[in-house]
């Protein structure tokens, strides 16, 4: 199927037909949802209950940054649409003092807030028809050329957790230059990710306490852009 289609990535505008977006952002996220449920902290049933205003609050969030891929059909007679395939969001800028994790983790001390800009990448999913075209590889690099060109620090930190034994996701991020610095537990990723709401009162389970996720991260310097 894939091949049947031109595919181009994009920062989602925040300003520039947002109802469209949040329309195409929402189909998206329901059908990864549901073909994929063990790859995200929320599942189907929660968001397939959510308005066409909390899709836009959602598409709309100050702390969020989110990029599609768009796959507009080859045959040019096709009276199909563009439709958005897949997607990576970024969480951030984040402090100092919420991107410190304990020294037992092995992630490196942060820099100042005055001196590097930080941010968290999460939820990159291609949906299961389009895989295999090294989609989420060109998500990432629109990531990172979109810091690149807004960047105004010395520094910008990228940083992903990522279970060790999804392999083929973790040879994309060190094809791109992401390093593997250190080890998180569940209930730090999630923290992270902006999802500490779904963490149970008691987090002293070995599901949410055990240092196993990779913390892998990216550094862009303002001395090499490129």
Request: aromatic share 8%; net charge neutral.
């Amino acid at each position: 199927m894939s091949s049947q289609y031109h595919y181009s990535f994009s920062h989602v505008s925040k300003t520039d037909s947002v109802h469209q977006s949040a329309t195409k952002y929402r189909d998206l996220r329901l059908k990864a949802l549901k073909a994929s449920p063990e790859s995200f902290s929320s599942t189907y049933e929660i968001e397939s209950r959510f308005t066409d205003a909390e899709w836009v609050d959602r598409l709309l969030q100050d702390d969020r940054e989110n990029f599609v891929c768009v796959a507009t059909p080859a045959n040019a007679g096709s009276s199909s649409v563009a439709q958005w395939v897949g997607q990576v969001t970024l969480r951030g800028p984040v402090s100092r003092k919420d991107f410190t994790l304990p020294e037992v983790s092995g992630q490196p001390t942060p820099g100042g807030d005055d001196e590097e800009d930080r941010w968290q990448m999460l939820s990159l999913f291609i949906l299961p028809e389009h895989q295999g075209r090294k989609l989420g590889q060109g998500l990432c690099r629109e990531v990172i050329r979109h810091l690149q060109e807004t960047q105004q620090k010395a520094r910008t930190v990228v940083r992903l957790m990522v279970k060790p034994q999804n392999t083929a996701t973790v040879h994309l991020y060190e094809k791109l230059g992401f390093e593997t610095v250190g080890k998180c537990t569940l209930a730090e990723a999630l923290v992270a990710n902006g999802d500490g709401h779904l963490l149970p009162d008691d987090i002293t389970d070995a599901r949410y306490s055990t240092r196993s996720g990779l913390i892998m991260t990216y550094t862009i310097s303002s001395t090499a852009k490129n």
